[in-house]
């Protein structure tokens, strides 16, 4: 598992700045990546952007934020024909929503089979700790696959 940016910092800088700064050929510090993600551009965790799709009080909610820079387009006259809504332009909130859903579906897998079915299965204990690598990195769609093709394999949840 890669070193999460939030648990452990200064392990996730010392891989992501080389890499910035091979990217942009600008030189970055680690010093400069905690600015980065401290004040620039904060990272925030798939748990915590939940207030943001299904919180319509928070000023983080989707519609809020991007209502409001298509009301400044709106505003500016860009648009002569038809005038978009949030949801003809932003589509982020159904991209969070389908995650919840595989989030879900994998879990649920994961809680259905049981250590005596994967020991059953060829490879099965190679195939569960890589759906749960998946898992744990946030790849909910390949957990769900690799989960389901290993309940079928092993004849069914418990």
């Avoid at 709106?74 to 002569?80: L, N, P, S, V």
Wanted: hydrophobic share 35%; net charge negative; proline share 6%.
């Amino acid at each position: 598992m890669r070193p999460g940016l939030l648990e452990h910092p200064d392990e996730a800088l010392a891989l992501h700045m080389p890499y910035l700064a091979q990217a942009t050929g600008q030189p970055f510090s680690s010093a400069d990546g905690k600015i980065i993600y401290t004040q620039l551009d904060p990272f925030i965790t798939f748990e915590n952007q939940r207030e943001w799709f299904h919180n319509p009080k928070s000023l983080y909610y989707y519609r809020n934020v991007n209502g409001s820079i298509l009301n400044n387009f709106i505003g500016q006259g860009i648009y002569k024909k038809v005038t978009p809504k949030v949801e003809d332009v932003v589509w982020c909130q159904d991209i969070y929503k389908e995650m919840e859903a595989l989030k879900a579906e994998s879990a649920s897998l994961l809680k259905k089979i049981s250590p005596q079915q994967v020991q059953n299965v060829p490879e099965g204990e190679e195939k569960f700790r890589k759906a749960k690598e998946f898992y744990d990195n946030y790849d909910y769609f390949d957990a769900k696959r690799i989960l389901a093709d290993l309940i079928a394999q092993a004849g069914g949840a418990r």
